[in-house]
């Protein structure tokens, strides 16, 4: 599986920015899907989850509330809503994904990173 994330930028606080993370293969559907982020100077994080058939999702607790995850699974994407942010969410967002039968906190496909920069 290859990811390739987008829609990151600019925005002022209390904006909205919806990234975006297309994955390649025909098996796209049997894999969970999850988005964290790196701010400069700090250890990656994860920010949401939502499993293969999308029955769940979750989130990190400073982005409840605000951030949705969802997926087309017909399309290969999933997406990234962020809504009401924060300065504090500037950051690199990266996609990732984990085979549904890893039952670890492993993810075996990263994508390459999308800059979201929150102006205050």
């Known amino acids: 599986v290859q990811l390739q994330a987008s829609g990151g930028g600019l925005v002022q606080a209390g904006g909205s920015l919806r990234l975006s993370c297309a994955a390649s293969?025909?098996?796209?559907?049997?894999?969970?899907m999850a988005w964290f982020r790196q701010a400069p100077g700090k250890e990656r994080e994860f920010v949401a989850i939502?499993?293969?058939?999308?029955?769940?999702?979750s989130y990190a607790d400073p982005v409840k509330g605000r951030f949705t995850i969802s997926r087309d699974n017909a399309k290969n994407m999933v997406y990234l809503q962020m809504n009401s942010l924060k300065f504090e969410d500037t950051a690199v967002y990266y996609c990732?994904?984990?085979?549904?039968?890893?039952?670890?906190?492993?993810?075996?496909?990263w994508g390459q990173g999308t800059l979201v920069t929150v102006s205050s």
């Open positions: 939502i499993l293969w058939s999308a029955s769940m999702t």
């Open positions: 293969g025909r098996t796209f559907g049997m894999y969970d």
């Open positions: 990732a994904a984990r085979h549904y039968s890893n039952h670890s906190p492993t993810y075996e496909y």
